[in-house]
């Protein structure tokens, strides 16, 4: 639905959002009538104050004035119940009652302002309820108005001038080229200055304003092309949720497997099972403190507390960040590891620019670079510079390029380990051992990078990436990163299906279950809030749409009517392999790294809260993570503890990270 067109322009909100906002508060304003309405009946008469003829006069014109605001309400929230999302002529007249209603403000204010000239200077030998009544108004009204003022600022949208009266179809194919420029530049300007606004506590160097202009060209261009407001993406969301879970529930079990895609060894999957919950320890303690600390929430701070302002940088070589005792304690609480094990740690943090420890790790007579995830705003910003750049690779046939941001940090890291003589330095001490390099999330494309640069001068080096990101190398790295590279993927994680394509494609079908549903935007968002909280049944939505509303979602549109814009050029096919040099104005499909060790629950996908956890492994493939796949797990089975629990659950062993857990309450399902 477009946004609601009042006051000369646009705004963030549509005229079939104003149900639940104008329900509020005409509850508010209804209880507050009937409690004036009952002070006045019981006083009137007996207005015996020096200010009583006053009072009596407030408190009728009070109820005339509260009596009109409600009648308007109840016509704004009728009138907004009306129609569906993309069927908005039942609700044509909502913008002459938003007018009404912003014209209703005004006598609002100056009684608010003499009800408390009144409480001021002539309250005095009043009863305490006749005064009571007048502050309860005055409070009231200015809470309503600061709350409708805190409204305005959140639905206000800088691009929301109206442009043309006509819709691009009516334009030459010219000037609906440059009009959509002009829009992209704006919109592309806008966030630029709120991502400036949000990091203006980060230094304004050149990387940084190169990593905003890239996030905002990114984020303003992801939806210019649409008229949706932030509701109709919630109204959705809400219905592909539920229609995802539907065509879950129709599906036949796949088949699992038992080994790797380039294995034919049965015990291929459990000993990688086996490596990976040991790895995954390492790319967890990574994190530091804080997820030490939430994973340990009881006996966290006591055990780091003794430790955390020791001073043993004789022993290890700590470069930059803070609490550098916190964070090497609770390293070594999680890995089990000893001071005279860690070769080099750094905390130093900064854009492309992450924390790292190398270590020793004897059990598995492994040199282990462990790289961490996101966990501050530059880590933010790496993870948002999303464009391509090419990754020279010795070997590779085919386009080499990947994620600008994570290429950058894995580029720092290279140089750190081999120029620095980090690595050399291990294997000094264990020339024996392999090296292994590891990370989860941000740290796991950082770490699959990194491998791919290492591979040609470590051949037996292997990377265990937890949890990376879906957009990270092109598919001919991909490929050549399945020889010693395993992703472990939980769940609906919503990051290994992240990227551009996948987003592109999200875009597409949530403006197809829009355009289909024959209900209203109120009751989608409320049986979806029920749906997600309490479960049951998904709705029978629709899943196509009818020819004619196809066809008019792929025009270009810029008119009060429109929803979506011309096919977004910003979309391409997952089989193009094209260099980004030669297609510098496409966001080419970025793979997730190596062979995809998927771990799943079995079994129902809601269940009691203290229900046992059965998970399942199996070896996927990439094309299993093409679709974005909306459920409340999307965050959860991302977090690293959550990661961890799973794979040591399905390796029985038991979960170091938070030893409260007992892994009893899981089941080993292979």
């Known amino acids: 639905m477009p946004g609601l067109l009042v006051f000369g322009r646009r705004w963030r909100i549509a005229s079939d959002d104003l149900v639940f906002p104008g329900a509020f508060e005409l509850f508010i304003r209804a209880v507050w009538w009937i409690v004036t309405l009952v002070v006045y009946t019981n006083h009137k008469g007996s207005f015996n104050c020096p200010g009583g003829a006053y009072l009596q006069y407030y408190l009728l014109v009070l109820l005339v004035l509260l009596a009109v605001i409600i009648l ?82 959140v639905v206000f949208d800088p691009l929301g001038s109206p442009g043309p009266s006509r819709g691009l179809r009516d334009l030459q194919s010219s000037e609906s080229s440059q009009l959509f420029s002009s829009a992209q530049s704006v919109a592309s300007r806008v966030w630029e200055n709120r991502l400036r606004l949000l990091c203006c506590c980060l230094p304004q160097d050149d990387n940084h304003r190169a990593a905003f202009s890239s996030i905002a060209q990114l984020v303003s261009g992801f939806f210019l092309d649409t008229d949706l407001v932030p509701s109709d993406i919630a109204a959705g969301l809400a219905l592909l949720h539920q229609e995802q879970d539907k065509m879950e529930q129709c599906r036949d079990p796949d088949e699992v497997l038992t080994h790797s895609p380039s294995s034919p060894i049965r015990e291929d999957l459990e000993l990688e099972l086996e490596k990976s919950a040991h790895y995954m320890q390492f790319a967890a303690a990574a994190y530091g403190w804080p997820l030490y600390i939430y994973s340990n929430p009881l006996t966290g701070v006591c055990k780091l507390s003794g430790d955390c302002c020791g001073s043993r940088h004789a022993e290890y070589d700590l470069v930059g960040g803070d609490a550098l005792g916190c964070h090497f304690t609770s390293i070594l609480q999680s890995t089990g590891l000893q001071y005279r094990d860690f070769i080099h740690i750094s905390f130093h943090n900064q854009i492309y620019e992450i924390p790292f420890f190398v270590a020793l790790d004897h059990k598995r007579e492994a040199v282990l670079v462990a790289v961490r995830g996101t966990l501050s705003l530059k880590d933010v910003l790496t993870d948002l510079s999303a464009e391509c750049e090419n990754l020279s690779v010795e070997g590779v046939s085919g386009s080499c390029y990947a994620h600008k941001g994570i290429s950058q940090a894995a580029h720092f890291i290279y140089k750190r380990l081999v120029h620095d003589g980090i690595l050399s330095q291990a294997f000094s001490i264990a020339p024996e051992y392999k090296l292994v390099v590891t990370g989860h999330s941000l740290g796991a494309g950082t770490a699959s990078l990194l491998a791919v640069l290492l591979r040609n001068t470590q051949p037996t080096l292997e990377c265990y990436a937890f949890s990376p990101p879906g957009g990270l190398m092109s598919k001919a790295l991909a490929d050549f990163s399945k020889q010693f590279v395993v992703s472990v993927v939980l769940g609906k994680d919503l990051v290994p299906r992240l990227s551009i394509p996948n987003m592109e494609d999200l875009k597409r079908r949530l403006l197809k279950m829009v355009s289909n549903c024959s209900k209203p935007k109120y009751q989608i968002l409320l049986q979806g809030c029920w749906y997600e909280v309490f479960g049951g049944s998904p709705d029978d939505f629709p899943t196509e749409l009818e020819s004619r509303r196809e066809e008019e979602l792929s025009r270009p549109l810029l008119g009060a009517e429109c929803v979506s814009a011309a096919p977004s050029s910003s979309y391409q096919s997952l089989s193009s392999d094209d260099s980004p040099v030669r297609n510098t104005h496409t966001h080419l499909p970025l793979y997730l790294p190596g062979r995809v060790l998927y771990v799943t629950e079995d079994g129902p996908s809601r269940r009691p809260c203290f229900a046992q956890v059965r998970y399942r492994a199996e070896w996927s493939s990439e094309a299993s993570f093409r679709n974005v796949l909306i459920s409340p797990k999307m965050i959860k089975d991302h977090m690293p503890d959550v990661v961890l629990r799973a794979l040591q659950s399905l390796t029985q062993q038991p979960f170091t990270l938070c030893p409260s857990s007992s892994s009893n309450s899981h089941l080993n399902v292979i």
Do not use: H, K
């Not at 704004?76 to 909502?94: E, H, K, L």
């Not at 209603?101 to 302002?113: D, G, K, Q, S």
């Not at 309503?144 to 409204?151: E, P, R, T, W, Y």
């Open 72 to 153: 308007t309400l109840c016509a704004i929230v009728y009138i907004s119940a009306q129609g569906t999302i993309m069927n908005p002529g039942p609700r044509r007249s909502m913008p002459l009652l938003v007018y009404l209603r912003a014209v209703l403000y005004f006598p609002e204010f100056i009684w608010a302002c003499l009800g408390a000239v009144w409480v001021s200077d002539n309250s005095s030998g009043c009863q305490p309820e006749e005064v009571g009544a007048v502050i309860g108004a005055v409070v009231s009204s200015w809470v309503i108005l600061l709350a409708m003022a805190v409204g305005v600022l």
